[in-house]
T-cell receptor
Framework: SAVISQKPSRDICQRGTSLTIQCQVDSQVTMMFWYRQQPGQSLTLIATANQGSEATYESGFVIDKFPISRPNLTFSTLTVSNMSPEDSSIYLC???????????FGPGTRLTVT | GESVGLHLPTLSVQEGDNSIINCAYSNSASDYFIWYKQESGKGPQFIIDIRSNMDKRQGQRVTVLLNKTVKHLSLQIAATQPGDSAVYFCAENNQGGKLIFGQGTELSVKP
């Protein structure tokens, strides 16, 4: 499976500010995804990061709040904009595997908003 | 105000015993399922997968069973070890290429 890294691993931010999370993969992948995991809960898909076009957002998530970039097949960023304490979560990127159905996850970015 | 997280179901087993973690999925059209293990402070780790044309698949110390009639998935861990302590999530692929995750079960292994 691909090796996936995320930066930062954790951060504490003030409300009203924005944070950009980076996801780097060691090989080219077609599909990259961003998830949110709120404290003590399961994972929820935020959006699919598409290379060369706008990300595809899931219901309840909008581009203004979670802008995503995908400049190439190995890199993506997720920005959490105008943060509030409710945005405190773990943010995870994932990539599809060689078979196309399975997904592999990065280590996550633990965000705390004060 | 502060949000309160859901309390995950917990399974506690003795080291060396077998563990069975259950999951109910929602979409009868889902054709692919994955079990993930998430240790504290880490991202979910792929354990084993199964397609809907199978009802059983075995890996190293793990077995996944799929019952499509009742939309139920289980993960069996043989000879559970302390290193198996983690939260386990099932996920279904609903043919749209997206994974939908179950709520998770926290496995605690007593030495």
């Amino acid at each position: 499976s691909a090796v996936i890294s995320q930066k930062p691993s954790r951060d504490i931010c003030q409300r009203g500010t924005s944070l950009t999370i980076q996801c780097q993969v060691d090989s080219q992948v077609t599909m990259m995804f961003w998830y949110r995991q709120q404290p003590g809960q399961s994972l929820t898909l935020i959006a699919t990061a598409n290379q060369g076009s706008e990300a595809t957002y899931e219901s309840g998530f909008v581009i203004d709040k979670f802008p995503i970039s995908r400049p190439n097949l190995t890199f993506s960023t997720l920005t959490v904009s105008n943060m509030s304490p409710e945005d405190s979560s773990i943010y995870l990127c994932s990539v599809e595997g060689l078979a196309g159905d399975e997904q592999y996850f990065g280590p996550g970015t633990r965000l705390t908003v004060t | 105000g502060e949000s309160v997280g859901l309390h995950l179901p917990t399974l506690s087993v003795q080291e060396g015993d077998n563990s069975i973690i259950n999951c109910a999925y929602s979409n009868s059209a889902s054709d692919y399922f994955i079990w993930y293990k998430q240790e504290s402070g880490k991202g979910p780790q792929f354990i084993i997968d199964i397609r809907s044309n199978m009802d059983k698949r075995q890996g190293q110390r793990v077995t996944v069973l799929l019952n499509k009639t009742v939309k139920h998935l289980s993960l069996q861990i043989a000879a559970t070890q302390p290193g198996d302590s983690a939260v386990y999530f099932c996920a279904e692929n609903n043919q749209g290429g997206k994974l939908i995750f179950g709520q998770g079960t926290e496995l605690s292994v007593k030495p």
